[in-house]
């Protein structure tokens, strides 16, 4: 096996954001930038690993956007340089990110690579991504990802084989001369295996054998094998049930994000005479969810919050009770008002799925969840959009005559209904999206007691965490108001947040909430109409950024 060493000048734009480096395809495709991010990752793993990591095996699988295939054989290349014995390649390199968690954490493997841009774009002239997932499964935390950035900006050269292109296409396996084993295996089985030590199948089988129905969209993306299997081959629902199945470099030239915006296609057939029982979507790389019933969006604060209020008495991996759930920040609070009825604790961190991975591996956290429609549990360190879709299934099962909005009404009757809606602005001015973010930190004092609307600014801060586990410090996490009544009780906020999601521009995200006990029937626009209108004219948004409007609403 011949190994070479390129050399070039060194990139200075590869710092990993909250789910890992995500820029224009184009712009990974340039000569040497790949392999500069493999290879500082590589370097990264190996200064804080406690023993020798390279014969365990590397996980290596994609969303099946455009460049996932080469990005494989580039990556795979790279790590056989860098000494790795045992590489463990998806089928078609199509590994969703739970799925990967679920390899990873199985095969004890030393990481893996997941290349993905999530919800993001697809194709020549848009996203991709790439990250690197730890021995626990989980994405790498911040202190990995500033390194991996350091050395990024001081590397010059990388080490690659020249080796053929391998088949990915077919399982099996190959030894090369070296002695390095590369194996190509089923995506799909061990994920589906793991589901069906979760949750009761044949309880949701029998809910199918009734009559019900449902519709998953996998928006020609990477869910879509796993949803065949999963929800046709095994739990009966009917054929054709799962739709846009079979992923597209492209994802058919859609957005595959399942929120209001892009899946509104779903959402309207739920909304018409000719609607399923229950609808779900998926994202990019499997990892969020969208649930739907008949005339009915559960947002997915409320979903999270339902479906731990529910885990123990519908789903059989927690029939002995929760241990503890966790939010980001900015997603709904119903979740603490759950919590509190179950005593046990709730948690709140910043946004990005590393921040719960402490709390999980230390057994501090059953169910968490983001309100960019992530939900996930403790079997792996990924949120996971079917382990959603299973829960809410799980939970129609138990009740077997109860409608999903059946099931959401009860819960807004018992709880309260917390209000809710995240506004995006995208492709801003970098340095004006920071310099309104900042100006807003300097006058948090001076909004205390100022009037949102009919409400009173409370409180205002720029959100800080604590880490439970390690009790690092992570700052600068969103800005919040929160806002009461006249009766100086706490019943909403806005909060304000840079993203680092976006591959070009800036992205900022303000969320509205307000919660309210008696009046649980409004629609969210009713709701917080008030605030949304109020808000945007205190701070001045559409003259700041030369918006009417926000760019999405969810």
């Not at 500082?40 to 969303?63: H, R, S, V, Y």
């Not at 390899?103 to 290349?115: M, N, P, Q, T």
């Not at 960019?372 to 949120?383: L, P, Q, Y």
């Amino acid at each position: 096996m011949i190994i070479k060493t390129n050399k070039f000048k060194s990139f200075f734009d590869q710092q990993p954001g909250t789910s890992g480096l995500r820029r224009k395809t184009k712009h990974f495709m340039q000569e040497h930038y790949l392999e500069s991010f493999v290879q500082a990752t590589l370097n990264a793993i190996k200064e804080q690993a406690e023993g020798k990591i390279e014969e365990a095996p590397l996980i290596i699988g994609g969303d099946g956007r455009f460049f996932n295939k080469e990005a494989i054989q580039k990556i795979m290349r790279v790590a056989l340089a860098n000494g790795y014995k045992h590489l463990c390649i998806a089928k078609g390199g199509i590994l969703s990110t739970p799925a990967a968690s679920v390899e990873i954490r199985k095969r004890k493997a030393s990481g893996g690579f997941i290349l993905s841009a999530s919800h993001n774009p697809a194709g020549l002239n848009e996203d991709f991504g790439i990250k690197y997932n730890c021995e626990n499964g989980g994405p790498a935390q911040e202190k990995l990802t500033n390194r991996i950035f350091e050395i990024s900006k001081a590397l010059t050269e990388y080490k690659i084989t020249e080796i053929p292109e391998i088949n990915i296409d077919s399982i099996g396996a190959l030894i090369l001369a070296s002695g390095a084993k590369i194996e190509i295996f089923d995506g799909v089985k061990n994920y589906a295996d793991l589901m069906q030590n979760l949750f009761d199948f044949g309880k949701i089988r029998t809910l199918f054998e009734n009559g019900f129905k449902m519709r998953f969209d996998a928006m020609y993306a990477v869910t879509g094998p796993y949803a065949k299997v999963i929800f046709e081959d095994l739990l009966g629902a009917p054929l054709g049930s799962v739709e846009h199945f079979i992923p597209r470099e492209d994802f058919g030239g859609e957005h595959p994000d399942p929120n209001q915006v892009h899946a509104k296609h779903l959402i309207d057939f739920m909304y018409s005479a000719k609607a399923a029982d229950f609808a779900a979507a998926s994202d990019g790389d499997g990892d969020r969810n969208l649930i739907v019933g008949k005339k009915c969006f559960v947002s997915p604060g409320d979903s999270l919050a339902i479906i731990a209020s529910e885990a123990k008495k519908c789903i059989p991996a927690f029939k002995g009770g929760l241990k503890g759930v966790a939010r980001s920040m900015p997603t709904s609070q119903a979740l603490d008002l759950v919590a509190k009825k179950l005593n046990i604790e709730s948690f709140e961190t910043p946004t990005g799925w590393k921040y719960f991975v402490n709390l999980m591996d230390t057994g501090k956290c059953s169910i968490c969840g983001e309100e960019s429609f992530g939900t996930g549990g403790d079997h792996i360190r990924e949120k996971d959009g079917i382990w959603a879709v299973l829960c809410w299934l799980s939970i129609l099962a138990h009740y077997e005559k109860k409608s999903v909005q059946d099931i959401v009404t009860d819960f807004w009757k018992e709880f309260g209904r917390n209000y809710y809606q995240r506004h995006d602005y995208e492709g801003l001015d970098a340095e004006i999206a920071s310099n309104f973010c900042d100006n807003l930190r300097g006058k948090l004092e001076e909004f205390i007691g100022q009037e949102i609307g009919k409400y009173k600014i409370r409180y205002a801060d720029d959100f800080n965490y604590t880490d439970a586990v390690d009790n690092s410090v992570t700052s600068k996490q969103g800005i919040r108001i929160f806002l009461c009544n006249a009766g100086k009780e706490e019943v909403g906020r806005v909060v304000f947040r840079l993203s680092g999601t976006g591959s070009s521009g800036a992205l900022l995200r303000v969320y509205y909430e307000l919660f309210e006990r008696e009046k649980i029937n409004l629609t969210s626009d009713e709701a917080l109409k008030d605030i949304i209108v109020s808000a945007q004219k205190f701070l001045r948004l559409k003259e700041v950024f030369d918006k009417d409007k926000a760019d999405v609403i969810t």
